[in-house]
């Protein structure tokens, strides 16, 4: 017998060699309807996986992510299953689960489009009803090659040939159906039950230009023909939402075709750009941080002793000042560092919190660029923290509650998410373990829910990862946290102890929007463009009946400039209706449309962006209570 502790905290003795899925039965019936996979001892397995020894075990449904993205998984197997059978001479390659859905990759001379995807789903829906069995098995390495030959699969010869020696090679099937995956799958095709393609475009193999284009079709699935319903809905209304769209319609940034990846800013983008950075500044100096600004270019010694040179140097951009070779920044750590070895530090000055709006330039490719979400040059809000070894916990968690105050300032629910040590990585295991532990550790005394993400933090260190939910429930990566005890290693950082002897201080690196711009983004699609009033570019547009109430539409414009209010006239020749409609396109909060009437009261009809008509209030009435919101910054 062995011994399962449960997620409730419960032990479960079973036999040895007992099946995941079965232990889902002996719980209820009911949870093992609705497994998906397994999290044993952190690591993620089929249900069909066999317990032989003492483990934690956590049953996965469709309500967690890794459950998901087994579901996925197996949908996209159903969906190459389907186009193998209509289309027998493509050859396959991967299709994996992403954060939403999955995809297939296919070389075929055919050209996929959306006019095939209801014969595609057509045959899903076939293979689903015919409840296949999905069975494991693994192979070696030579017989694996060989079962890849017979079918013609050269793309999967390609893989295999590439594993290292020794590994077991696994393979799942379903009917005719067999394919090279490391899994976890579901139990059978008729577990999935309402499908939808999406989408289709080109893929090159191995995401490398130089290789063959391939055909790649998205695909998303739920358990319920409700939840795809909504998915779609969401999806229709993300569209609406576009911030690319969205950015040009609003006249918020562009993309030039001179500089693809590099964002220009628009003076309303502008706006929002600064009360932003202000609202950033602002927030940092109530929690002890100090602003510094380091050089966009530094030189390739730098970044051989911070390590960027090794790790990351493909996504880096280099120059050359005096025949010496340089760097133009990815990332702000090194200058921060830079700066803190300027001068001596005591124990009794730590710990030092410095921020930077520091401004960064990542190669991406060009396939990958996507308006605001993803630039070759970005502002990030980094902050270092160097602290004492004894002041890690307080001060990840005073960097948790400022990512709490503000998400929740812009309406954002968030999930926190842990990753650990990458295979690519620097460092002791003793450096990671203790950092990791720590990390864990104050999620835990802040009593916060979080996931594992195995083997994705950064090369330095591990890290605490903050996704917020949008208004339509889409999450997207922003805040980090991450504990670093090599940066300071490296650069021979130090500071005066007690004894009076020099030791190694320890390192945080954090941000919170992430990036400046991809931030704007979010906010954009999030606010469907109608930002709260102290966001907004334009926060009040007077709109005169007639050119007599001009003069007058001035002088209230000159009162709410005084008062820091941002406001513009419509002094066009056009009709009420038609201004006040410009107005909403535009995302006004306020429209104060003034007539004979209200010019002789000192007074402005007020029209609420949110509330609509409310009626005729005082000038000065209408200010006190915009600037109480601006100030409050009310959504």
Not at 123 to 138: A, G, N, S, T, Y
Not at 470 to 488: A, K, V
Request: net charge negative; hydrophobic share 35%; aromatic share 10%.
């Amino acid at each position: 017998m062995i011994k399962i502790s449960l997620k409730d905290g419960s032990i479960m003795e079973v036999e040895k060699g007992i099946s995941i899925l079965d232990v889902a039965k002996k719980i209820s019936e009911g949870l093992a309807r609705i497994a998906m996979a397994g999290l044993v001892n952190e690591e993620v397995q089929d249900l069909r996986y066999e317990l032989v020894k003492d483990c934690k075990l956590e049953i996965l449904t469709f309500d967690h992510l890794e459950g998901k993205k087994a579901y996925w998984h197996t949908t996209s197997h159903i969906m190459a299953q389907a186009i193998k059978r209509l289309y027998p001479e493509v050859k396959l390659t991967i299709g994996p689960a992403i954060d939403h859905g999955f995809y297939y990759d296919f070389d075929t001379e055919n050209n996929f489009s959306e006019d095939d995807f209801e014969k595609i789903e057509a045959e899903m829906k076939k293979i689903i009803k015919e409840d296949l069995p999905i069975k494991r098995f693994v192979l070696s390495r030579e017989e694996a090659i060989k079962k890849m030959e017979e079918l013609k699969e050269s793309y999967k010869v390609e893989l295999i040939k590439e594993l290292p020696e020794g590994e077991e090679i696994s393979f799942y099937e379903q009917g005719e159906f067999v394919d090279l995956c490391a899994g976890p799958h579901l139990m059978s095709t008729g577990k999935v039950k309402a499908i939808k393609l999406l989408s289709t475009s080109g893929a090159y193999w191995r995401g490398n230009e130089k290789n063959k284009m391939l055909q790649r079709i998205y695909g998303i699935s739920y358990p319920k023909a409700s939840q795809l319903e909504e998915y779609l809905n969401m999806l229709e209304e993300a569209k609406k939402r576009d911030h690319k769209k969205l950015g040009k319609e609003l006249e918020l940034f562009m993309i030039a075709p001179e500089g693809p990846g590099f964002p220009f800013f628009l003076p309303k983008g502008m706006i929002v750009r600064n009360v932003l950075e202000d609202f950033w500044r602002k927030i940092h100096t109530y929690h002890g941080y100090q602003e510094v600004k380091t050089p966009i270019i530094l030189n390739e010694e730098l970044w051989h002793r911070s390590g960027h040179w090794d790790h990351y140097k493909e996504n880096m951009y280099t120059t050359k000042i005096d025949d010496v070779d340089y760097g133009i920044k990815p990332m702000n750590c090194p200058g921060g560092m830079i700066v803190y070895k300027d001068a001596m530090h005591s124990y009794k000055e730590l710990p030092i919190r410095m921020g930077e709006l520091g401004l960064v330039h990542r190669h991406e490719k060009s396939g990958q660029l996507n308006g605001l979400f993803r630039v070759r040059c970005f502002t990030q809000d980094d902050a270092h923290i160097f602290c004492l070894p004894s002041q890690i916990e307080s001060e990840i968690e005073g960097v948790i509650k400022l990512v709490d105050e503000v998400y929740h300032l812009f309406g954002f629910d968030y999930t926190i998410e842990l990753s650990t040590r990458p295979e690519d990585s620097m460092g002791s295991d003793e450096q990671w373990e203790m950092a990791e532990n720590a990390l864990k550790k104050v999620l835990t005394n802040l009593e916060l829910d979080y996931s594992i993400n195995e083997g994705d933090g950064a090369f330095y260190g591990p890290k605490i990862d903050f996704h917020v939910k949008d208004s339509i429930g889409r999450e997207w990566q922003c805040g980090t946290i991450q504990l670093d005890f090599q940066m300071p290693e490296r650069f021979d950082l130090s500071y005066i102890g007690e004894d009076g002897e020099k030791h190694r201080p320890v390192m945080l690196h954090r941000v919170i929007f992430g990036s400046i711009e991809r931030f704007i983004g979010i906010l954009i699609e999030h606010f469907a463009g109608a930002f709260p009033l102290w966001l907004a570019p334009v926060q009040v547009k007077i709109l005169p009946i007639s050119d007599s109430q001009v003069e007058y539409a001035k002088q209230v414009k000159a009162k709410m400039e005084k008062e820091g209010i941002r406001v513009e006239i419509d002094e066009r020749n056009e009709k009420i209706g038609y201004k006040i409609r410009e107005a909403q396109l535009q995302k006004i909060p306020y429209m104060l449309v003034v007539g004979e009437k209200e010019m002789t009261e000192d007074a402005v009809a007020v029209r609420s962006r949110k509330e609509g008509d409310i009626g005729q209030v005082k000038v000065e009435e209408f200010i006190a209570k915009a600037k109480e919101e601006i100030e409050k910054k009310l959504r």
